[in-house]
């Protein structure tokens, strides 16, 4: 089992920038990659960005990738989401996801974080 807390969110200002956290426990040796996804209200939970735990290469949902950036520090077992440029339509749940397989869909990944919520507003 792995278990993920999110940290991070919170009120936020148009075109300011923050970082979410995600700290893993448990058997981290089992992650293959880890990702982060967000949902706003009534719409389907989307893909942010995914990072392969061990070799550390990155992808993207393709209308992010120019303010976001994923990044993971093994020795605190922890992945980043860096948010910058911040737009009101980026008010959602983040929600981080580790899997023992490669994954890039939310239905592949096994185990989830309860969310962050950040909310971009003036």
């Known amino acids: 089992q792995v278990k993920l807390v999110e940290s991070g969110g919170g009120l936020m200002q148009p075109g300011g920038s923050v970082r979410l956290s995600c700290v893993a426990s448990?058997?981290?040796?089992?992650?293959?990659?880890m990702g982060w996804f967000r949902q706003s209200s009534g719409k389907e939970r989307e893909f942010v960005a995914a990072?392969?735990?061990?070799?550390?290469?990155?992808y993207y949902e393709d209308s992010l990738k120019d303010r976001f950036t994923i990044s993971r520090d093994h020795a605190k077992n922890t992945v980043y989401l860096q948010m910058n440029s911040l737009k009101p339509d980026d008010t959602a749940v983040y929600y981080c996801?580790?899997?023992?397989?490669?994954?890039?869909?939310?239905?592949?990944?096994?185990?989830w974080g309860q969310g962050t919520r950040v909310t971009v507003s003036s």
């Open positions: 996801a580790a899997n023992p397989l490669e994954a890039y869909y939310a239905d592949q990944y096994s185990y």
């Open positions: 448990g058997r981290t040796d089992s992650i293959y990659h």
């Open positions: 990072i392969a735990w061990s070799g550390g290469d990155t």
